[in-house]
């Protein structure tokens, strides 16, 4: 396996012209920068859009929220400020779906934005709405992984897929007990096998995720071994040599592990890895026979106008929602889409 081209992380610049300093904000969206009034105004046909159905979201949903803190309840069916007397059981109260509806048109709304400050708004959004209603039953969970790998955010999109495969499809938990734990994983190991994550049927959304992250971290393990073979860069002192090899990961599972780091031998670890995302790719083929042909070659089926508003499992709808929510992370991983394509040509 080659290494793939330099990582080139999502990050806050200018949406002319990519400079990072001295940036001024979009006064309408809030999440488009600029590095001066004239990049913005050469921008200003092909941000409009984007920019203004963003606004528009953002005052759907304030004037949502200001009817919902304002609701005087019923007594019985709708609590009086379910932002405090509700938290966790949104959706069951069917007075908040208007506001929930809007939330996710606002968050939906961002992405078409797609800059760094839209991505992490998105994702503030998306974990409130969590927050709020636990059993997600607006789908919300299939999005926030990819967010999270696009921030470069790895061990928390692990954690939080962990959960969701193991809790989260646990039938005897209770959705309405808010004392029981919720997204609580942390630090879970995510180089460990995937037998426990993918018994029985899981959302396409979180395998797709699950399959990137490790493809991230084989892809960082493959330029650490390159880089230990190459006899130029082994004659200069250890010191350097180990600063050098400390900047070809991407992903900070491994960037901020200095063991890993330092040692020489990954063999191991990449065996398990290239395992694991073989079986990934056999399990979501067969979860889903449409999700990597449409991976690969996506035509205008990823397109917003061109995504379904439902879809039954299995389907090619269902492939289309997923990867509309997680194709720009595959583009931002150099060298993903290359392991998969070698997995489906090789079928």
């Known amino acids: 396996m080659s290494t793939s081209l330099p990582f080139l992380p999502l990050a806050p610049q200018c949406g002319r012209c990519k400079k990072k300093e001295n940036l001024m904000r979009c006064a309408r969206c809030k999440v488009m920068l600029y590095c001066s009034q004239e990049h913005q105004k050469y921008d200003y046909s092909d941000h409009k859009h984007a920019c203004s159905a963003v606004d528009k979201k953002q005052r759907l949903l304030d004037h949502e929220e200001e009817k919902l803190r304002a609701e005087p309840g019923d007594g019985l069916f709708m609590p009086a400020n379910p932002f405090e007397n509700s938290v966790g059981l949104f959706w069951g109260v069917w007075g908040t779906r208007d506001y929930m509806r809007a939330r996710f048109g606002l968050v939906d709304a961002l992405g078409d934005v797609n800059t760094y400050d839209a991505v992490r708004k998105q994702l503030v959004h998306a974990r409130d709405m969590l927050r709020l209603c636990r059993s997600d039953n607006l789908g919300i969970r299939d999005l926030v992984p990819s967010l999270l790998l696009r921030l470069n955010r790895d061990q928390e999109c692990y954690d939080f897929i962990k959960w969701w495969c193991t809790t989260g499809q646990d039938s005897h938990y209770d959705w309405a007990n808010m004392d029981l734990g919720y997204l609580d994983i942390q630090n879970a190991n995510a180089f ?53 090899r400390s900047h070809l990961p991407r992903s900070p599972i491994i960037t901020q592990d200095n063991a890993m780091l330092e040692r020489d031998d990954h063999s191991t670890e990449i065996r398990n890895l290239e395992e694991q995302v073989c079986q990934l790719y056999s399990h979501i083929h067969k979860q889903n026979p449409y999700c990597w042909r449409l991976l690969l070659y996506p035509g205008a089926f990823l397109e917003k106008d061109e995504r379904p508003g ?31 394509k070698a997995q489906y040509e090789g079928r």
Do not use: C
Request: glycine share 8%; net charge negative; proline share 5%.
């Open 192 to 244: 460990e096998p995937i037998a426990g994550l993918v018994h029985g049927f899981k959302d396409l959304g979180m395998m797709n995720a699950l399959a990137l992250l490790k493809i991230k971290l084989l892809l960082d393990l493959v330029a650490l071994k390159n880089s230990t073979d190459v006899p130029t860069l082994r004659v200069i002192p250890r010191g350097v040599f180990d600063a050098i």
């Open 310 to 340: 439902m879809y039954s499992r299995g389907s090619f709808e269902e492939a289309q929602i997923v990867l509309g929510y997680s194709h720009d992370a595959w583009i931002e991983t150099p060298g993903a889409r290359a392991v998969i």
